[in-house]
Every structure is written in C-alpha cells, then in structure tokens.
C-alpha cells in the first residue's frame, strides 16, 4: 500500500485499479469508521478479476497517521477528491461501507465528475440510532451476528484506530444526515444490506432509496453488517449488475422505478422480490 499526503491528511492506497485490462470498470471502495481495507480483502480480490479496484484507508484508520484536528465528512470527502485526482479516476463506481457511505455520498455530490455510480453497504446512520449509545447496542447485537473471522477482522483494527479518534470521527456520523445527501446524488445509487443487519435497517434503507432519484435495494439473505465480508461473492455480483445496467437514463426519468432484490449469499443470482 502506497500513501498519499493532502496537507496533514494521510491516505492509504492500495491497488489503484492496476488488476484489470484497461476499459474495464473502475471501483473505488472506502471503508467506515474504526477499520481499514482489510475487511474489503475479499470484495476487492473478486471484484478485482474484471474490474479495476482501488481500496483506500482514510486519515487515522488502518494505522495511518492521525491529524491534529478532526475532520468532517465534508473535510474528508475533499481530500479525498484530491487523492483520486492524482490517481486520475474519472466516473468510478465509488463503494463506501458504514460510514463510509457518508464519505462517498458526500464526495460524489461534490465531485460528480469522479461518479459515475455510487454503492452504499450497510449506510449509516440509522434515524434510529443517532446517539453514541444507541450505536453502541447495535454494534454489540452484530458483533453476535458476525462470523469470528470479520470480527477479528474488525476488532483489531479498532485497537490500531483507539477510542480517542474513533470518538472524535463518531460524532460526524451521528450528525452526518444522509437521507438529505443522496438525494442531491445525480448518478444511480445502489444500497446494498445484509438481512440481519441490526446497524441499518430495512426501513432506514427503503427511506434512503425513495429519496434518491434513481435507486436500487438489494438485499443479502444471512448477513448482518459487514455483508462484503461474510457473503463477498453476492456483493461483487450485485455491484457488477449494477454497473453493467442499463440505468443511466433513468436519473432523469420522471418515471424511474426503486425497486428492492434479493441475492443470493452464496453466488451471482439476483431475484426480483418488489
């Protein structure tokens, strides 16, 4: 992984769509609060085989340096901006998981140029769990849901995080309001969550798609949060249909249809279930 420096702010990168021939997709996957690429390692190897993918860590996460100031979502999905600028990624497919769907929402609102879709995984924040301790009861009921190794997975990259910076970061998530956000997105948005996850909800994710112009819900049977985790092989097919339909028009169609889809966990299927 190679770094990349906007002002105080330490990025991480690792691929940089380097894996795939050249007109193939490009794929940008963010990570949310507290974790690193590492929970992407498997979405990103599968995905990587016919599209070109770049993870990145943000500031303070993954053991990157930590700046001396907090940055908002608007300050990171600036810097963010600059980091694909010099990647020179144009009308990428931007993934962001947690809160990392506040980060790419935010990033593609202001740069549209860099999106050409946008994928949100287990969006946050739920309306139902806008405190510190209301995330902190659903984190615990996925912790129990979560296979041991994507709790490993994530745990330690909360210790390399620590509590100080995972704080400070949490309280842009809480106030972060995302229903607002994807409804200035001019590109087709994607939500994509785990049946079982207790973070974001089937109500909170339905709220989102009726608030986007042109979006799909897709849902993956058995999984909670961390879905591009535990069910990488659903995920990947779900993004790669996305990006291979035909939707574009349909952001400007007064008549664009939200539809919700179910996938299968353990391979490329997608049903139609609404």
């Known amino acids: 992984m190679r770094t990349e420096r906007v002002g105080d702010l330490v990025f991480g990168v690792l691929g940089a769509g380097e894996e795939a021939g050249s007109g193939s997709p ?14 992407y390692e498997r979405l990103h190897a599968r995905l990587a085989r016919t599209a070109r993918v770049a993870s990145i860590d943000l500031p303070g ?26 990647l020179e990624v144009r009308q990428a497919v931007l993934v962001g998981q947690s809160m990392g769907a506040q980060w790419v929402t935010e990033l593609a609102v ?8 946008v994928v ?26 979560e296979p041991p190794h994507s709790n490993l997975t994530v745990l330690t990259d909360y210790v390399r995080c620590g509590p100080r910076w995972f704080g400070a970061q949490l309280q842009w998530m809480l106030s972060y309001r995302l229903e607002d956000a994807v409804a200035q997105l001019t590109m087709p948005l994607l939500l994509l969550r785990g049946a079982r996850d207790p973070i974001a909800g089937l109500r909170w994710c339905r709220r989102l798609r009726s608030r986007a112009r042109a979006a799909r819900l897709v849902l993956v049977p058995k999984a909670p949060h961390n879905a591009q985790t535990t069910a990488p092989v659903a995920v990947a097919s779900a993004v790669l249909d996305f990006v291979a339909a035909d939707v574009v028009d349909a952001v400007d169609s007064a008549h664009a249809a939200h539809r919700t889809e179910r996938v299968d966990p353990a391979g490329p299927a997608i049903t139609d279930v609404a």
């Open 61 to 86: 996460f993954g053991g990157l340096p930590k700046p001396h100031w907090n940055p908002s979502i608007g300050d990171m999905a600036a810097a963010l901006a600059e980091v694909l600028d010099r």
């Open 110 to 117: 202001r740069r549209p140029d860099l999106a050409s879709r």
């Open 120 to 145: 949100l995984i287990g969006p946050v924040s739920d309306e139902r769990h806008r405190t510190a301790f209301s995330q902190g009861i659903a984190l615990l009921a996925d912790i129990l849901r």
């Open 26 to 39: 490009e794929i940008v996957l963010v990570h949310g609060i507290g974790v690193s690429h590492r929970y």
